[in-house]
């Protein structure tokens, strides 16, 4: 999970955990240390051939844009198969599109309200419960 905001980060993992997903979540609060850890110091990324990846990206980071790390994890072999869920309050249709013209897979907006919000994160807990992440190569 790429999310700054912890207390959007604990809503996420609290409604994802509520849909009964237990996989191990790892926290990232910006795109270096993501980055860092999904493609490794080398930035090859082969530290995540095999690994089992699903991204929780928002698009508003502190050192860079979520479109910058979907584009590096769509371009590289070891990870353009992970899924990217970008998750994130930006509505624009202009920036839906660029995301899934890169390559993500699921974009939703973060509601305004709490109930909205969390609802939101339990429906993609169901979601993640029954999605099949493919094997990377």
């Known amino acids: 999970m790429i999310e700054d905001d912890e207390g959007h980060a604990r809503l996420i993992e609290k409604n994802i955990r509520r849909a009964g997903v237990n996989n191990e979540i790892l926290p990232f609060t910006n795109g270096t240390d993501a980055l860092d850890f999904l493609l490794g110091p080398d930035g090859s990324g082969e530290v995540s051939a095999g690994r089992?990846?699903?991204?929780?990206?928002?698009?508003?980071?502190?050192?860079?844009?979520?479109?910058?790390?979907?584009?590096?994890?769509?371009?590289?072999?070891?990870t353009r198969r992970s899924p990217v869920v970008v998750l994130t309050?930006?509505?624009?249709?202009?920036?839906?599109?660029?995301?899934?013209?890169?390559?993500?897979?699921?974009?939703?907006?973060?509601?305004?309200?709490?109930?909205?919000?969390?609802?939101?994160?339990?429906?993609?807990?169901?979601?993640?419960?029954?999605?099949?992440?493919?094997?990377?190569?």
């Open 52 to 78: 089992q990846l699903l991204v929780l990206l928002d698009l508003n980071l502190p050192d860079m844009t979520g479109i910058d790390i979907l584009e590096r994890l769509k371009s590289n072999p070891h």
């Open 89 to 137: 309050t930006t509505d624009d249709a202009r920036e839906i599109q660029r995301c899934y013209d890169l390559g993500a897979n699921v974009y939703i907006t973060k509601p305004v309200n709490y109930d909205g919000f969390a609802n939101a994160i339990r429906q993609l807990g169901l979601f993640f419960a029954v999605m099949q992440v493919p094997e990377t190569d």
